[in-house]
């Protein structure tokens, strides 16, 4: 299979920076930007050099309109935007973004330059939509004191689970990438004793085992998330991150999927639009502010665009 980008498979680093970019007039821009997206594994490389036990690692991502601007006539078999949702009184924003850059790392710093060095290159072809800074909190907990990744796909279910394979060659070693960053009601969280919020995650607080059966709500986010087909449980590779400040925090929310209908289904079934009606009580307590679908390409597809736009 094509070599996916180098972020996506390994296990979460300790920090991260999503960067989210609108491209001023695509027409015009696409070739510039695309070359530059081109260039990032470069980069990366050039950065990572200073220190590389802080396995710098950056993932790009097309939003669906602006990839039809770098690879026209060739788009994935699923790429879409994502569409908004809203139930009864609860929302998932799509805002959308032209392009994602997700980076990782063990340290802040070198995230921050190659944020920065990416940028610099864009110049005044782009506009920051979203910038969020991530960080580890405790033993990988989210901000509401669980522990976030307990079931994220391991070892070698990581890649059949992000990566699309036979059923669209021509993309393979590619993936979708399905991003909301939430705010935390941490007030209304924290008014609730430790027993409820277990049964709202579906989860012991202290050591993530998971709650049995009889005690679990079909309202709980994992009775929520965990979906059977045929059989087989739907996965995603989730490389969410806590972030923000005293004011305002939550989690950004990222996974990769071979399909753009994974998540959605998931969502589907925690904002209440699935059949049984119910929704995720999770929800009551944070909400999503933005919504977007990317399309991260093999590393040699993405190289591939810089080659492509000398030819625009
Ligand atoms: C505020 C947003 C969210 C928070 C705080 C959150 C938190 C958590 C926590 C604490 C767990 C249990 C531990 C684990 O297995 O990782 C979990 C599991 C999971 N979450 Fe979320 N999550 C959020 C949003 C989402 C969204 C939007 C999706 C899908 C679109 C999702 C999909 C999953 C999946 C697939 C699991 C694993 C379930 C299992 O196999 O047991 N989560 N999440």
């Known amino acids: 299979m094509a070599q996916p980008q180098p972020g996506i498979i390994p296990a979460p680093s300790p920090c991260a920076l999503f960067l989210i970019l609108r491209v001023h007039e695509p027409a015009v821009n696409g070739p510039a930007v695309a070359k530059v997206a081109a260039q990032v594994p ?48 609860r929302s998932a924003p799509s805002t959308g973004g032209d392009l994602l850059f997700h980076i ?20 005044g072809t782009v506009e920051v939509m979203d910038e969020v800074h991530g960080f580890r909190y405790l033993d990988s907990r989210d ?22 394979s036979d ?29 409820e919020q277990e049964k709202v995650i579906g989860r012991r607080k202290p050591d993530s085992k998971e709650l049995s059966d009889r005690a679990k709500p079909p309202t ?22 806590p972030y923000g400040t005293v ?25 209440g639009t699935s059949d049984d009606g119910l929704h995720d009580h999770l929800m009551d307590y ?11 390409p093999s590393l040699n597809a993405l190289k591939m665009l810089g080659k492509m736009s000398r030819a625009f």
């Open 42 to 89: 470069t980069l990366v490389k050039k950065v990572g050099a200073s220190d590389r036990r802080a396995k710098l690692l950056c993932t790009v991502g097309f939003g669906s309109e602006f990839w039809d601007v770098v690879s026209p006539g060739r788009r994935p078999a699923s790429l879409r935007p994502f569409k908004a949702i809203e139930a009864s009184g």
């Open 104 to 123: 990782i790392s063990r340290r802040h710093d070198l995230n921050f330059e190659l944020a920065v060095r990416t940028r610099n290159l864009l110049g």
């Open 143 to 164: 901000l509401t004191g669980f522990i976030d990744g307990t079931e994220n796909p391991k070892g070698s279910e990581r890649a059949p689970a992000a990566l699309i």
């Open 167 to 195: 059923e669209d060659p021509d993309f393979a070693g590619g993936s979708y990438v399905f991003t909301q960053r939430y705010v935390h009601n941490l007030k209304h969280w924290a008014s609730i004793p430790q027993k």
């Open 220 to 241: 709980a986010h994992i009775s929520r998330v965990v979906i059977e087909e045929n059989g087989e449980e739907l996965q995603i590779v989730r490389h969410s991150f």
């Open 247 to 271: 004011s305002e925090s939550g989690l950004f929310f990222i996974a990769y999927s071979k399909s753009p209908d994974i998540p959605e289904k998931m969502l589907s079934r925690m904002m």
């Open 286 to 296: 944070t909400q999503a502010v933005s919504g977007a679908t990317f399309f991260a």
